[in-house]
């Protein structure tokens, strides 16, 4: 078992893939892209962060994104249909702590993809990828307890409640509550 992050996996960006899907780097040609996902309402609903307005927002996400490889803090993934080859939705371990080799993912998919198996076809790439090449110990997510399609997601990949907050987040104008998952790579479930 490693200790530390393998710091050579932000030297040049990994591309994946799975059997519908490519994961490459969101380039800033992505910004019309991204911006559709996030400003879309339904996609929107449970992130507890503002719809986009503008193409300029996104093209800042995609720069941070960006930034946060550079830095070694964060890998973030478009997904590509390998058939279409549309956007069609990113990936990501967008808060990497090097000190306790954990990872926070954060995502998001295009509504006509739901219900497809586009998630956890994601999920079985890109977060093996975390545990076997990253060098990960844990990998952490932080969702809004309304959004059950993401929470039935984690749990049937394996991820394990480990807290509820109540009230916690501060967004739009009132407290929000959260849910913490977390998985180990001996929890991952192969359905």
Not at 64 to 76: A, L, R
Not at 122 to 130: H, L, S, V
């Amino acid at each position: 078992m490693s200790l530390e992050i393998n710091l050579n996996i932000f030297e040049c960006f990994r591309e994946l893939e799975s059997p519908r899907l490519k994961y490459r780097r969101i380039l800033s040609s992505d910004s019309e892209d991204i911006f559709k996902i996030r400003s879309n309402d339904d996609i929107m609903k449970y992130m507890d962060s503002y719809k986009m307005a503008s193409l300029t927002e996104s093209a800042k996400l995609i720069e941070s994104m960006d930034e946060s490889f550079k830095k070694g803090t964060g890998i973030n993934w478009g997904l590509m249909d390998k058939f279409t080859d549309e956007l069609v939705g990113y990936f990501g371990f967008w808060r990497v702590d090097l000190k306790n080799c954990r990872g926070e993912i954060g995502y998001a998919l295009c509504p006509e993809c739901w219900g497809k198996g586009y998630m956890l076809e994601t999920f079985r790439t890109t977060i093996n990828f975390g545990f076997k090449e990253l060098n990960l110990h844990s990998v952490e997510a932080n969702v809004n307890p309304g959004n059950k399609a993401s929470i039935k997601l984690l749990e049937r990949f394996g991820f394990k409640r480990e807290a509820y907050f109540r009230e916690n987040y501060f967004f739009n104008n009132e407290f929000k509550d959260s849910v913490i998952y977390s998985l180990l790579e001996r929890d991952i479930t192969n359905e």
